[in-house]
Nanobody, 126 residues
Framework: QVQLVESGGGLVQAGGSLRLSCAAS????????MGWFRQAPGKEREFVAA???????YYSDSVKGRFTISRVYAKNMVYLQMNSLKPEDTANYYC????????????????????WGKGTLVTVSS
């Protein structure tokens, strides 16, 4: 059974940092994309960042320059380092894995991310 388990969420003041981790088990994702999405209360889920099998990274405009995604293939893990956090970053953050990620016209796209974690809550106070 494939599982993705996120950790590292919490309460932080604006301007602070958090590092999210996602541990995958049940299969290896070394040939697939892994990524992070978030959903704020009352809003749609949105793409945050992703990293493909070759280590190329993609970010939404709202987090570019502040967040960094990375992965450790040997551990089947993906991380999201979040710096300069803002109150609008408050959301449940979900790890996803599988499929492909790329960019067209400067806009990230993804497909086939079929595996999802249950999320970890990030709250940024002003």
């Amino acid at each position: 059974q494939v599982q993705l388990v996120e950790s590292g969420g919490g309460l932080v003041q604006a301007g602070g940092s958090l590092r999210l981790s996602c541990a995958a088990s049940g299969r290896t994702f070394s040939s697939d994309a892994m990524g992070w999405f978030r959903q704020a209360p009352g809003k749609e889920r949105e793409f945050v960042a992703a990293i493909n099998w070759a280590g190329n990274t993609y970010y939404s405009d709202s987090v570019k320059g502040r967040f960094t995604i990375s992965r450790v293939y040997a551990k089947n893990m993906v991380y999201l380092q979040m710096n300069s956090l803002k109150p609008e970053d408050t959301a449940n953050y979900y790890c996803a894995a599988g499929g492909r990620v790329g960019e067209r016209g400067g806009v990230p796209y993804y497909s086939g991310m079929d595996y999802w974690g249950k999320g970890t809550l990030v709250t940024v106070s002003s």
